[in-house]
């Protein structure tokens, strides 16, 4: 008997700023910061100011060894946008997300909430959003 663990990881079309990727969609990971978490460094050379988003992604499949890896790397600070099982991408403006034709759409999830489903188009706006803050912090 063979045990299976995992997914599978169904074909999808990545266009980052016009430029098209296939790949099997295992994970994907698109931020403005560089933390997750508890200071987990998903996508290590985001920055919260260059009104853009970095993506970090894997292009095949993965198995569960191989998503354990890539756990401790990242948990490490980093470490597996240097890996050969990560695709990065920083600095990026335009993203669009589409699975194969035929296939049925993948849930797309932000902060843990499920908010719909694929195609994903979006473009992000620098300097769209003005924060107010204090002259001083307040004293801790």
Avoid: W
């Avoid at 700023?17 to 910061?33: A, L, P, Q, S, T």
């Avoid at 997750?36 to 100011?49: E, F, K, Y």
């Avoid at 569960?64 to 990242?74: E, F, P, S």
Wanted: glycine share 10%; hydrophobic share 40%.
């Amino acid at each position: 008997m063979k045990l299976a663990f995992g997914r599978k990881s169904p074909p999808c079309t990545f266009t980052i700023d016009g430029e098209k990727h296939e790949f099997g969609c295992f994970v994907i990971c698109m931020m403005n910061n560089k933390h997750t978490g508890a200071s987990i460094r998903v996508c290590p050379r985001a920055q919260l100011d260059d009104g853009k988003i970095d993506i970090m992604y894997t292009p095949s499949h993965i198995g569960v060894l191989k998503a354990l890896k890539l756990d401790g790397m990242i948990k490490a600070g980093g470490k597996h946008i240097h890996d050969k099982l990560v695709s990065y991408k920083f600095a990026t403006s335009s993203i669009e997300l589409a699975t194969a034709a035929g296939q049925p759409p993948l849930e797309l999830m932000v902060d843990g909430d499920i908010i719909g489903v694929t195609p994903l188009k979006t473009t992000v706006l620098p300097a769209a959003l003005t924060l107010l803050t204090p002259g001083q912090s307040p004293p801790s």
